[in-house]
């Protein structure tokens, strides 16, 4: 048998050539629990993509567009593409030469943070094999953002006074609660919790009022000192939960 030297040094140079890169496409969209798509200046959200196996980042940013359809969201089929072309997503292109255990971390809304959290998932991502069909790789972020319009923080209040607390209450993209929408007040329960100079008292139950779309209620403020305020909105059909923290001060 005889042994040609130049075909063993071509077989060579070509198994040490590196594999080439296949230009994967991927589409990720977040939706809120029971509600619409986070993007946008409302409610953008961080996007990070690694590899699962090394920890190399493979792409970072964030979601932008519209909350998208309601009645495609709220009422579509079951199992369609609850996007359209306007909803919110973030779109990166991946060159990878073999498949790949991506770990994608979404973390949002980023304009609301005392409502953001955060959501992982794994999945393989094969060379050349696009994740853009239907809404792409979709994940979910549950809460309420809940915001305290008033008191503002460490206020000074007399004693004897009554402090009107006013809290606004939303889905986490943003999407407003009202009486006879989507996302109905009824099934909202706002609570105030409030501690006086370290001292726990009875929870204070917030009303929904249609005019303004917030939830209030009246604090009395019969001793002096620090008043610290807790508020809590539980969504019991979407088990979705918001919490917000301010503080006053009477004298």
Known sequence: MRFFPGLATCAAILLAQPAMADPTDVEVRVIARGAKFLGGYAAP???????????????RGTTSGTTGDTQRIMGGEKGAAKSDAGSAVFRTRLDIDRPR??????TGPLSQPQATT???STQWVLPGRHLTAGDGWLMELPGLIVD???PIAYRWVGKGETVQLRVGVTMLCGCTISEGGPWRAGDTEVEAHVTVNGVASQPVTLRFDAKSGTYGAAVPATVSGLYEVEVRAWMAPTNNAGVARTAFFVR
Do not use: F, N
């Open 45 to 59: 959200v961080l996007i990070v993509m690694t590899d699962a196996d090394t920890g190399e980042t493979l792409a």
């Open 101 to 106: 255990r991506v770990t994608l971390q979404v």
């Open 118 to 120: 955060t959501a992982t």
């Open 148 to 150: 305290i319009a008033d």
